[in-house]
């Protein structure tokens, strides 16, 4: 990848298109009871010519400060076509007032200067994540929103560090082949949750310290023969595409929070 590259020089490729109603529950994406919406993709860079041979001994830093910058540039590009996907089938009305476009007026902006980012002049919640060349993008109408995503395994070592005595112990009781994605899970939980309720505080690392046991035994996939077909699942193509988990507060009856598990994407939503 050349030091030089723009965003234009970047593809996105495998995009996919995700609609949520309030609840949790998928809906159509430009349904006016969708009001979250997430985008899946992986992204394709230019990349550099030069010969193994002669890489210099600050080669890594350099590449993964290219990688950071590719990152910020996909994930800002997948967020316009999602926001082109979601608005292609509404109907708009041509209003010109003093010779005035409101349309170029009210152009898409994003304000990130800080958290939660906002996207003008809808002013939806936005929420980015990255891993490797994997991205996705988050927004929603009402409630401020975090998402994440993992392409490489979490470590025992990291679980360690962050994760509280009981979802250890939680995690020792595991069979071999759901360790695994139970390690990730709770890493993508404490993740989301951070950048939906946190990112605006000093220390970020005290939220990775929250327990998200809860939530994790309540999104952690069964086999589908297993699957009690009356809980919040949506099932495709005999796939498990999402599954849906719903924390009431007892002392605050209309606040809720919803998370969100798209197990195809390895992906985690909290609203």
């Known amino acids: 990848m050349t030091a030089d590259f723009t965003i234009k020089d970047l593809s996105l490729s495998d995009t996919h298109y995700f609609g949520f109603d309030i609840q949790g529950y998928r809906s159509p994406l430009s349904s006016a009871k969708s009001c979250a919406a997430i985008a899946v993709s992986s992204f394709v860079y230019p990349s550099t010519n030069v010969n193994s041979a002669n890489i210099r001994a600050d080669s890594k830093i350099n590449n993964k400060l290219l990688l950071a910058k590719a990152q ?7 967020l316009f076509q999602l926001i082109f996907e979601k608005m292609k089938d509404w109907v708009f009305t041509y209003i010109d007032i003093n010779e005035v476009n409101l ?7 994003l304000v990130e200067s800080s958290y939660p980012y ?9 929420c980015f994540t990255h891993s490797a060349n994997k991205i996705a993008c988050a927004i929603h109408a009402k409630k401020p929103i975090g998402i994440d995503l993992e392409v490489n395994p979490v470590s025992m070592k990291l679980a360690q560090r962050y994760y509280t005595l009981e979802e250890m112990k939680w995690l020792a009781k595991l069979n071999d082949d759901r360790l695994p994605q139970a390690l990730n ?3 993508q939980l404490k993740e989301a949750s951070i950048k939906q309720t946190k990112a605006n505080k000093a220390n970020l690392l005290s939220g990775l310290k929250e327990s998200k046991l ?6 952690m996939l069964k086999s589908a023969k297993d699957q009690d077909r009356t809980t919040d699942i949506s099932i495709f193509n005999n796939q498990i595409s999402t599954k849906i988990y719903r924390y009431q507060y007892l002392t605050d009856h209309e606040n809720t929070t919803t998370y969100v598990y798209i197990a195809s994407e390895n992906l985690v939503a909290i609203w």
């Open 103 to 109: 349309f170029k007026a009210n152009s898409l902006r």
């Open 185 to 187: 899970l709770l890493w």
């Open 214 to 219: 809860l939530a994790a035994k309540k999104l």
């Open 118 to 126: 906002r996207l003008l002049p809808f002013n939806y919640y936005v």
């Open 72 to 78: 910020k540039y996909a994930v800002r590009k997948l």
